[in-house]
């Protein structure tokens, strides 16, 4: 089975650019580049479910590591629950313990109340620091999770080949696996060849546009899309 293109986006014109490729959804976020992306504003929620792709927004209230205290994870339940009421078809979401396994319990406060046989729920790139990836693929699925998003532990999907082939054969199709991070198009094929359900990138570019003293002089980042529509031509859509 082919996999599906998923796009990750920060605003309207990257959603649509992923419908003009023919991505299945898109992850929603903010500060990408500068974060590895945060959950994004209600408003950007309802403007990029308008524009008829599917939309699961990224679900982290901070950066840095994935161990979050009480008031984090109250923070983040709400932010789910504002999601799905703004129109999101899904939710990206992660949480571990300080020995680095699934936190079950956080898991269990974020979706309570959460029918997730209707709701499209992935686990983020917390995957890629646990342990015991194996154990976390069962915990995972064993709480009904849709998909885990990952890299197979390394920086780059091109080089966990191996880790994404055996990640995608251990839960004998409980749960879906999406290789993301540091996918380039020439990857594709190859990323694809371990049998995953999805292929995730960002298909990025920056726009220099300094915003003064203020406002930062990074730059912003932007989907490309003569990448996003090759990515989508790798796969064959």
């Not at 990640?167 to 060849?193: E, F, K, S």
């Amino acid at each position: 089975m082919t996999p599906v293109l998923e796009l990750a986006v920060q605003d309207v014109a990257g959603a649509r650019i992923a419908r003009r490729a023919g991505a299945s959804r898109v992850e929603l976020c903010t500060a990408l580049g500068a974060t590895g992306g945060l959950t994004p504003s209600v408003g950007t929620i309802e403007a990029v479910a308008a524009q008829g792709i599917a939309v699961h927004p990224l679900i982290r209230c901070r950066p840095g590591g994935f161990v979050y205290d009480a008031d984090e994870i109250a923070v983040m339940a709400r932010d789910i629950r504002a999601a799905l009421g703004a129109g999101a078809s899904g939710v990206v979401l992660g949480a571990l313990t300080p020995d680095r396994s699934v936190d079950r319990s956080a898991l269990a406060r974020l979706l309570d109340g959460i029918d997730v046989t209707s709701v499209d729920v992935t686990f983020h790139r917390a995957m890629d620091v646990v342990d015991d990836r194996a154990t976390a693929l069962d915990t995972l699925a064993d709480a009904g999770i849709t998909r885990v998003l990952t890299s197979g532990g390394v920086p780059r999907c091109i080089d966990g080949l191996n880790a994404l082939t055996a990640m995608v054969a251990h839960p004998c199709g409980r749960i879906q696996v999406m290789a993301g991070g540091g996918i380039r198009v020439d990857d594709i094929a190859a990323v694809a060849g371990t049998g995953v359900d999805a292929i995730h990138l960002s298909a990025r570019r920056t726009v220099a546009d300094s915003g003064g003293p203020g406002g930062g002089s990074g730059g912003y980042d932007a989907v490309d899309e003569t990448l996003a529509l090759a990515a989508a031509a790798a796969l064959g859509i």
